[in-house]
């Protein structure tokens, strides 16, 4: 038989899927499963972006331009524009979700071999799209006992060496919900001037960020325009994730070129996707306002629970809707699937993301969990009373 490839072998499992089958195995087993493993909002989606699927009327659901429609770019860089990211629809190439935005970065950015450097813990799927890409992550570690804010500049000035290209940033960051502040900001701008580096933004939480702190961008800092590549999505900012549709945006013309032929190369994002992104741009600000309070709710029934578990610590987060929480466990892989094999509360128990997948050091995050608080609030509450109750009966638990 033929033997599949090296990438093939190494290209890392989800570690937000891969306890799947034991999540089924316990549905149909009778158990109700809380489902706090993935960032799949239960917040629907905005009326307008439905009606314009409703609505749609043509008679040929025909290819669109690589780069996305122009009346989808326009509308795009509307929105941007109102955040004062001063760009063009010409800076702007629609791709199929904020994966490929990134996996098009990497691959126009980055020939094999190179570096990038990511804080970690970070979004499980960079080291598959680095693996896809022939990159090399170089993890910088940050720690839960400051709430996961950015290592000081010193440690990433000590990984860079001639192969570094970039440094990549998701902000407000997944999986911790960290909000990186003006100043870490601008430390990072410093940085990858100083070293003629990409600075790559993973925007995807834009949206939610709490208790009115600022959300920054490098498209908001002056100097760094070649430097900068945003990979943004409307999956979380409009609960629409299954619609596939995210955007690159950078004012590097070469950089531009280069993704147009990978986004030519896969002929083109989806028409209507492109019709209900196009919508999504006129969704009333009063619907983000509602979401944000929701959100904001959520959080605090979530970190409260949390914090009140004996042995449990859970850093408050500035944005985004996710937490990595510390456990008195032996180890998150087991413990998460402890709870869906072996346990249950009320014949219910709860999923999980372990955080050792988040983490590119080998070690890291071994008693750490990922939970995203996309459930109402009163399932939310019933969620960490079995959790407790799971914690207290595990056998692995760390005294």
Same mark, same amino acid.
């Given at each position: 038989?033929?033997?599949?490839?090296?990438?093939?072998?190494?290209?890392? @499992?989800?570690? %937000?899927?891969?306890?799947?089958?034991?999540?089924?195995?316990?549905?149909?087993?009778?158990?109700?499963?809380?489902?706090?493993?993935?960032?799949?909002?239960?917040?629907?989606?905005?009326?307008?972006?439905?009606?314009? =699927?409703?609505?749609?009327?043509?008679?040929?659901? !025909?290819?669109?331009?690589?780069?996305?429609?122009?009346?989808?770019?326009?509308?795009?860089?509307?929105?941007?524009?109102?955040?004062?990211?001063?760009?063009?629809?010409?800076?702007?190439?629609?791709?199929?979700?904020?994966?490929? !935005?990134?996996?098009?970065?990497?691959?126009?950015?980055?020939?094999?071999?190179?570096?990038?450097?990511?804080?970690?813990?970070?979004?499980?799927?960079?080291?598959?799209?680095?693996?896809?890409?022939?990159?090399?992550?170089?993890?910088?570690?940050?720690?839960?006992?400051?709430?996961?804010?950015?290592?000081?500049?010193?440690?990433?000035?000590?990984?860079?060496?001639?192969?570094?290209?970039?440094?990549?940033?998701?902000?407000?960051?997944?999986?911790?919900?960290?909000?990186?502040?003006?100043?870490?900001?601008?430390?990072?701008?410093?940085?990858?001037?100083?070293?003629?580096?990409?600075?790559?933004?993973?925007?995807?939480?834009?949206?939610?960020?709490?208790?009115?702190?600022?959300?920054?961008?490098?498209?908001?800092?002056?100097?760094?325009?070649?430097?900068?590549?945003?990979?943004?999505?409307?999956?979380?900012?409009?609960?629409?994730?299954?619609?596939?549709?995210?955007?690159?945006?950078?004012?590097?013309?070469?950089?531009?070129?280069?993704?147009?032929?990978?986004?030519?190369?896969?002929?083109?994002?989806?028409? =209507?996707?492109?019709?209900?992104?196009?919508?999504?741009?006129?969704?009333?600000?009063?619907?983000?306002?509602?979401?944000?309070?929701?959100?904001?709710?959520?959080?605090?029934?979530?970190?409260?629970?949390?914090?009140?578990?004996?042995?449990?610590?859970?850093?408050?987060?500035?944005? @985004?809707?996710?937490?990595?929480?510390?456990?008195?466990?032996?180890?998150?892989?087991?413990?998460?699937?402890?709870?869906?094999?072996?346990?249950?509360?009320?014949?219910?128990?709860?999923?999980?993301?372990?955080?050792?997948?988040?983490?590119?050091?080998?070690?890291?995050?071994?008693?750490? =969990?990922?939970?995203?608080?996309?459930?109402?609030?009163?399932?939310?509450?019933?969620?960490?009373?079995?959790?407790?109750?799971?914690?207290?009966?595990?056998?692995?638990?760390? %005294?």
């Amino acid at each position: 038989m033929p033997n599949i490839s090296q990438k093939g072998v190494h290209m890392p @499992a989800s570690p %937000i899927r891969k306890l799947t089958p034991f999540a089924d195995q316990a549905k149909q087993a009778g158990k109700k499963v809380y489902h706090l493993n993935i960032g799949q909002p239960d917040i629907e989606t905005p009326e307008g972006m439905l009606n314009a =699927v409703k609505n749609i009327d043509f008679k040929v659901w !025909a290819y669109t331009a690589s780069e996305g429609t122009l009346s989808y770019r326009k509308k795009l860089a509307e929105y941007y524009n109102k955040l004062n990211y001063n760009i063009t629809p010409e800076n702007i190439i629609v791709t199929t979700g904020g994966s490929e !935005a990134i996996t098009i970065a990497m691959m126009a950015c980055f020939d094999p071999g190179d570096e990038v450097i990511i804080p970690e813990p970070f979004y499980a799927n960079y080291n598959g799209f680095a693996c896809q890409s022939d990159v090399v992550v170089k993890p910088i570690l940050s720690t839960i006992d400051n709430g996961f804010a950015l290592p000081p500049i010193a440690e990433f000035e000590k990984l860079i060496t001639p192969k570094t290209k970039a440094i990549i940033i998701c902000n407000p960051n997944n999986p911790t919900g960290y909000l990186y502040s003006k100043e870490e900001m601008l430390a990072l701008k410093e940085l990858a001037l100083a070293h003629d580096l990409y600075l790559f933004s993973d925007e995807a939480y834009r949206e939610f960020c709490y208790d009115g702190r600022e959300f920054i961008s490098p498209m908001h800092m002056d100097g760094i325009d070649d430097n900068v590549i945003v990979m943004d999505t409307v999956s979380k900012r409009y609960s629409a994730c299954g619609a596939r549709l995210g955007c690159l945006i950078t004012k590097n013309k070469e950089v531009l070129k280069a993704a147009l032929k990978f986004a030519q190369a896969r002929l083109s994002p989806g028409m =209507v996707e492109q019709i209900a992104g196009e919508a999504a741009v006129d969704t009333p600000d009063a619907y983000f306002e509602t979401v944000n309070k929701e959100y904001t709710h959520r959080r605090d029934v979530l970190v409260n629970a949390l914090n009140k578990m004996e042995g449990v610590f859970c850093p408050n987060p500035g944005g @985004a809707f996710y937490v990595v929480a510390k456990f008195p466990i032996d180890n998150a892989d087991k413990f998460c699937q402890w709870m869906l094999e072996s346990f249950s509360h009320n014949n219910a128990t709860v999923m999980m993301a372990p955080a050792t997948g988040f983490y590119s050091t080998p070690g890291a995050g071994t008693n750490e =969990v990922r939970m995203a608080y996309v459930l109402n609030s009163t399932d939310l509450e019933a969620a960490m009373t079995c959790l407790e109750e799971g914690l207290k009966a595990y056998p692995g638990r760390a %005294i």
